[in-house]
Nanobody, 124 residues
Framework: QVQLAESGGGSVQAGGSLRLSCAAS????????MGWFRQAPGKEREAVAT???????SYADSVKGRFTISRDNAKNTVYLQMSSLKPGDTAMYYC??????????????????WGQGTQVTVSS
């Protein structure tokens, strides 16, 4: 059974940094696409950043220049380095993985594996 486990969330002040990690278990190959999503109260879940197996990345406009996604294919782990955090970044952050398609072929929330989420709270 494939499981994704996020860690690294917490509470920080605006301008601070956090590093999220997501480790996959129960899957022997490298996922085609891995990504980070977030959902704030009363809002829809949105994509933050995605990364293909070859290292190609994509970011939401709201986090470009502040967040960096990376992955370790050997460990099936994806990371999200978040810097210059803003109160608007407050949300539950979810890790996702797709074992069939590269990121550019995936629409919306079309990932077949999801983590349980880790809370990020940024205070002003």
């Amino acid at each position: 059974q494939v499981q994704l486990a996020e860690s690294g969330g917490g509470s920080v002040q605006a301008g601070g940094s956090l590093r999220l990690s997501c480790a996959a278990s129960g899957y022997t190959n490298s996922f085609y696409c891995m990504g980070w999503f977030r959902q704030a109260p009363g809002k829809e879940r949105e994509a933050v950043a995605t990364i293909d197996r070859d290292g190609s990345t994509s970011y939401a406009d709201s986090v470009k220049g502040r967040f960096t996604i990376s992955r370790d294919n050997a460990k099936n782990t994806v990371y999200l380095q978040m810097s210059s955090l803003k109160p608007g970044d407050t949300a539950m952050y979810y890790c996702a993985a797709n074992s069939y398609f590269n990121c550019q072929l995936i629409r919306g929330l079309g990932y077949n594996y999801w983590g349980q989420g880790t809370q990020v709270t940024v205070s002003s």
